[in-house]
């Protein structure tokens, strides 16, 4: 009986290294039954973030509850109302659409791209990291409307680290910094996004 409960426990520890191995990202499930693909395409809306941006000495945070972003820079606070809903498919598509409303003029931005995972780089994990190209972006205030399209690597380009993705929450950051090559001017950043 006594081996019994030894092998069982064996194959626990095993089986929990196995699955703390397959984790992608730190905040990722140790189990799902869904691909990492499956869980990633949907229709997602930004619910909430955080971040900084600090250039020499001066820092701007900012922070967004899904409506609404508040930054803070040289104690000037300065609020603005946002949304942002993207749709991703499994052929490897995109649709974003940000709607930003400051001082009664609103602003729509909608960008398609394709999109795909990182092959894995250095420390980072196969998969773990979602990268976004933009080839079409169209803006629209009030009865003006601008449309850019983009091709091979004129195309925006952007980079997350996938903190989380779960097939009803994903959590996205950012993290980076920059120096001259003089060493006087330091640009750092730092943001994380919910979406649900």
């Known amino acids: 009986m006594k081996n019994i409960a030894k092998i069982t426990v064996a194959a626990l520890v095993l089986l929990s290294v196995a699955l703390e191995s397959c984790k992608k990202g730190e905040g990722d499930p140790a189990l799902s039954l869904r691909s990492r693909k ?18 020499g000495s001066s820092t701007t945070t900012f ?47 909608t960008e398609t791209g394709t999109w795909n995972f990182t092959a894995g780089v250095g420390e980072a994990k196969n998969k773990s990291q979602l990268m976004m190209m933009t080839l079409s972006s169209t803006t629209a205030t009030g009865s003006n409307t601008s449309t850019e399209t983009y ?15 779960k097939s009803k ?19 750092d950043y730092e943001w994380t996004w919910t979406a649900k």
Do not use: C, H
Request: no cysteine; net charge negative.
């Open 38 to 55: 499956a869980r990633m395409a949907g229709e997602w809306k930004a619910s909430a973030g955080k971040g900084s941006d600090t250039q």
């Open 169 to 187: 929450e994903i959590i996205l950051t950012q993290k980076g910094s920059n120096t001259d090559s003089n060493g006087t001017s330091t640009f």
């Open 151 to 165: 091709t091979g690597l004129d195309a925006p380009t952007v980079i997350y680290d996938i903190y989380q993705l």
């Open 63 to 109: 922070t967004y509850d899904g409506t609404t972003i508040t930054q803070t820079s040289n104690s000037i606070t300065f609020s603005y109302g946002q949304t942002i809903d993207v749709t991703i498919e499994k052929d490897g598509t995109f649709k974003s659409t940000t709607v930003s409303t400051i001082n009664n003029s609103t602003t729509t931005t």
